[in-house]
């Protein structure tokens, strides 16, 4: 298992890889928004687990192992995203599935992932989910934040 770190740089160089002919060590700090040494050291240990060959102009390629692994995060990724969004979540979707992906575990995110598509081919159902949610929050239900006064 990667870290969520180095998860995340794969995910981030196997998206990238997705619309770009080629990939480069800045272009991934660049995404990331991290420093180039940072960036280097996470490059180097995927390299060493077989996930990633450097190339000539400091040019990266995904191996085999590697590609299969970043779709399966940017997958995961999008899988999350979608839940949010079908559950009509108020929260910073990006930022929240972040912290969600690397802590849930492979049989949650698949049942996720069935009740997403079970929603999207029963659109009747969704309409009915919301307005329950709206009908909860106008009779103020709900979990009271424990953390505000
Ligand atoms: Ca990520």
Redesign the pocket.
């Known amino acids: 298992m990667l870290s969520p770190s180095l998860?995340?740089y794969l995910?981030?160089i196997y998206r990238f890889s997705l619309h770009n002919d080629v990939v480069r060590v800045s272009d991934i700090a660049t995404c990331l928004d991290v420093t180039m040494p940072s960036v280097n050291n996470a490059i180097r240990k995927l390299s060493n687990e077989n996930y990633l060959v450097y190339k000539k102009y400091r040019e990266l390629v995904l191996t085999k192992k590697g590609r299969k692994l970043g779709k399966f995060?940017v997958e995961r990724?999008s899988i999350l995203q979608k839940f949010l969004r079908v559950i009509d979540s108020d929260c910073d979707i990006k930022a929240e599935?972040?912290a969600m992906?690397?802590y849930l575990t492979l049989p949650t995110i698949r049942a996720i992932e069935s009740l997403v598509d079970f929603f999207k081919n029963n659109q009747e159902c969704r309409l009915e989910f919301l307005k329950h949610c709206d009908q909860r929050k106008e009779k103020g239900l709900g979990l009271i934040d424990g953390y505000k006064d």
């Open positions: 998860e995340d995910e981030e995060l990724n599935v972040e992906e690397h």
